[in-house]
């Protein structure tokens, strides 16, 4: 059975239930009849005024984040780093400004649809891992901040979904080293063992993005066989020093200096003139799984 949530789900006061009740709900979007929906199974809830990794910490209002002092069940969207467009939920009454981040979705339907929306050829786990990939698949836009999640074109669905209690996980928020101690608190919540849910870096690892980093290149090069991706050998998954899900081919030309935001290691520094493949080649000789 297909149910709207009604706004009463979204004006509750305690932001981290809600933001751990989404977690099963199905995203919709429907934009002149094209249909897209998701399984919801990543969230980060953002408590207001006295979160500083929040917009809208201290009081802040900006043109931006005024939206996020609006009644429960509207849509905040936002633009980062000029590409992504990322989709959040206003929480509480009016005038208290938390919100819950959608940070990835189990694709249901639309797939052709969100394949074509984010230029891929083939149905993989990057489609709708993480807030940017899965606003483009479904659609979401920043000129859609403020609209109502009762009515229009996007809205979130109850229908009977039931995540069990030992797989829904807490941990710390995804980049907002900036909010000091309130970094470290469990905000993001998430399904355990669902493929869908990106992969995040421990102490010492390295998390290569593989499907922003290919979202910023052009059509030709995204078909170009040099920059083909690959799957590294299993046995050196999740290992104490090492973890990348994905690598690029080693021939790719692709310069990591246009993308600082793609990788994500300890101790980050700029590559100025760097492939990518050249990149893993020095970190795999650094920790010693590849000979100088």
């Not at 509750?12 to 751990?20: A, G, K």
């Not at 900036?178 to 608190?185: I, Q």
Request: aromatic share 8%; hydrophobic share 40%; proline share 5%.
């Amino acid at each position: 059975m297909k149910k709207k949530l009604p706004r009463s789900f979204y004006t509750r006061d305690d932001v981290l239930t809600i933001s751990r009740e989404l977690l099963g709900k199905v995203l919709v979007t429907n934009f002149t009849g094209v249909s897209t929906s998701g399984i919801i199974v990543e969230t980060e809830a953002y408590q207001g005024i006295g979160d500083k990794a929040a917009h809208s910490f201290g009081g802040r209002r900006t043109p931006r984040t005024e939206i996020m002092y609006a009644q429960g069940g509207t849509a905040y969207v936002y633009l980062i780093y000029g590409i992504h467009h990322l989709f959040n939920v206003v929480t509480n009454k009016a005038d208290t400004p938390h919100a819950i981040l959608i940070r990835a979705l189990e694709p249901l339907e639309g797939i052709d649809i969100m394949l074509h929306r984010r230029d891929k050829l083939q149905l993989d786990f990057t489609l709708t891992k993480g807030p940017g990939a899965l606003s483009q698949a479904m659609g979401i836009h920043k000129s859609q901040t403020g609209v109502s999640l009762m009515k229009g074109d996007i809205w979130i669905e109850d229908r009977g979904i039931a995540i069990p209690k030992n797989k829904i996980m807490a941990s710390p928020r995804i980049g907002v080293e900036y909010a000091g101690d309130h970094a470290e608190w469990l905000y993001r919540f998430y399904v355990k063992d669902n493929p869908w849910v990106p992969v995040t870096a421990l102490p010492g690892q390295i998390v290569v993005n593989v499907g922003d980093m290919l979202q910023r290149l052009t059509n030709d090069v995204l078909r170009s066989t040099t920059h083909r991706v690959v799957n590294p050998p299993r046995e050196l998954w999740g290992t104490s020093r090492f973890s990348i899900p994905f690598f690029l081919h080693p021939r790719s030309e692709m310069k990591l200096d246009c993308l600082p935001q793609c990788v994500n290691f300890d101790n980050p520094r700029k590559y100025d003139n760097i492939t990518a493949g050249e990149y893993l080649d020095e970190r795999l000789v650094e920790i010693g799984l590849k000979k100088a």
